[in-house]
């Protein structure tokens, strides 16, 4: 009669197949890791189908000094209507200049300087107080933006490390920053936004987002033509004023809150649109949570947090601490994968002007 036990050979077969397999797992992994990962690193979501955008937004003037309560004040209202989408042409081969208004990603990225690096973030909860016809208010803020600055952060995605640098430029009337992450040696994420600097704050001309191994993609503020269009997906918003990209929200929460501290307090709330490079806007709403003390830059920081709570199933919880001490700038920045999941998060190890 036969045991249950396999015989010796195939036995010693089975135990050489698990040792080469073993390293076959942990390199599908780790290269899931950086290059789906990088998806979950910044919050992106999947470009949406041809159309025009959805949500009705008006910008409205806060009143100076005071933390809103509820809905923003109404006055000077603007509604803004999506334009209907139009062809766009190829994009053209080349390395790209000075951002202008509508010039398409080239095909070509080899000769590409990208100014920028990763972007984290994107989400918020229950929607910003709407009218009866379903708009959603966003403010134009007073601004005083930080000076220049390179930062350097520790880097954290789920069991990997490496390390983040966000570099800040104004100019007299244009601005340029830069984000990059690096996981394992390999930059995983380059990011840029460019543009302009004006009574309000950042006003982007272009962004663009590049992967690991992808093509990098734009979205460009057509400001002559008042809509945002991109190299990639055939959609276009509204440009509303004040509008964002996930890279420049960074820098423009610090303007706000140096000019208006007082908004850092128990039902303060910091709303922008926001529009990622691959044909995805939302409005974004920032709620005041506390304050902390935080070990970051070589010592404790005192830093206000501010939240952005996802209002929807698949978008991602992002949470901010903005030190005062350090121009409201972010000292650290925590992005939660939708239900709970994935978390990436930036430490600042420490700041230097350029």
Do not use: C
């Amino acid at each position: 009669m036969l045991g249950s036990s396999s015989p010796p050979v195939v036995r010693s077969r089975r135990r050489g197949l698990q040792r080469f397999a073993a390293p076959l797992v942990v390199a599908a992994l780790l290269h899931w890791t950086l290059l789906g990962g990088a998806e979950a690193l910044v919050g992106a979501t999947p470009a949406p189908s041809t159309g025009t955008l959805a949500l009705t937004v008006r910008t409205v003037e806060p009143p100076a000094a005071t933390v809103p309560a509820a809905a923003p004040p109404p006055s000077a209202r603007h509604a803004a209507q999506a334009p209907t989408p139009k062809p766009r042409p190829a994009a053209p081969s080349g390395a790209i200049a000075t951002p202008t208004a509508a010039e398409p990603l080239p095909a070509d990225t080899a000769d590409v300087e990208l100014v920028a690096r990763t972007e984290l973030l994107p989400a918020t909860h229950a929607a910003e107080p709407a009218t009866a016809d379903g708009d959603m208010a966003v403010p134009l803020y007073r601004t005083r933006m930080p000076p220049a600055m390179t930062l350097h952060y520790d880097l954290r995605r789920g069991f990997f490390s490496g390390s983040g640098d966000l570099k800040w430029k104004p100019a007299d009337h244009g601005y340029e920053a830069r984000l990059e992450g690096s996981v394992a040696g390999l930059q995983v994420i380059t990011q840029v936004s460019r543009g302009n600097l004006d009574e309000h704050g950042l006003a982007p001309l272009r962004y663009t987002d590049q992967r690991l191994r992808r093509t990098p993609n734009a979205a460009n503020f057509q400001r002559d033509k008042g809509k945002i269009t991109y190299s990639g997906p055939q959609v276009e918003y509204p440009l509303v004023p004040g509008a964002q990209d996930r890279l420049s929200w960074m820098i423009q929460i610090a303007g706000v809150l140096n000019a208006a501290p007082e908004l850092a307090a128990p039902g303060g709330r910091i709303t922008f649109f926001v529009t990622g490079a691959r044909g995805d806007a939302d409005v974004w709403v920032f709620r005041y949570v506390g304050t902390e003390d935080l070990r970051a830059d070589g010592g404790q920081v005192r830093a206000v947090k501010f939240t952005r709570e996802p209002r929807s199933p698949y978008d991602r919880m992002v949470e901010v601490w903005l030190a005062p001490q350090r121009h409201h700038l972010p000292v650290r920045a925590r992005l939660t994968a939708e239900a709970g999941g994935e978390v990436f998060e930036l430490l600042l190890r420490d700041m230097q002007p350029p």
